[in-house]
Nanobody, 115 residues
Framework: QVQLVESGGGLVQPGGSLRLSCVAS????????MSWYRQAPGKERDLLAT???????EYAESVKDRFTISRDKAKNTAYLQMNNLKFEDTAVYYC?????????WGQGTQVTVSS
């Protein structure tokens, strides 16, 4: 089992920045990638970025020029640095940890972009 706790969400003005954190606990040795997703009201949950144990990263086209995923393995933490935030970035942001057979989700953190 892997437990994930996200933090760092909040209210930010357009053009602002936030850094989300996702702390993993439990069977962290079994994690081989971590990802960030988001879900806006009435919409599907979308994959934003993934980072593997080897540091390989992938991004959705919609965020690749503004968001950066990183991971501190010593702290069992993944981060999502979000810059130049836009109204349409408003959503609940979720962390996912992928192990061999299973994926584990965090509870989510709300990001609201508003003036």
């Amino acid at each position: 089992q892997v437990q994930l706790v996200e933090s760092g969400g909040g209210l930010v003005q357009p053009g602002g920045s936030l850094r989300l954190s996702c702390v993993a606990s439990g069977s962290v040795f079994s994690i081989y990638s971590m990802s960030w997703y988001r879900q806006a009201p009435g919409k599907e949950r979308d994959l934003l970025a993934t980072i593997t144990n080897w540091g390989t990263t992938e991004y959705a086209e919609s965020v690749k020029d503004r968001f950066t995923i990183s991971r501190d393995k010593a702290k069992n933490t993944a981060y999502l640095q979000m810059n130049n935030l836009k109204f349409e970035d408003t959503a609940v942001y979720y962390c996912l940890a992928q192990t061999g057979p299973r994926a584990f989700w965090g509870q989510g953190t709300q990001v609201t972009v508003s003036s």
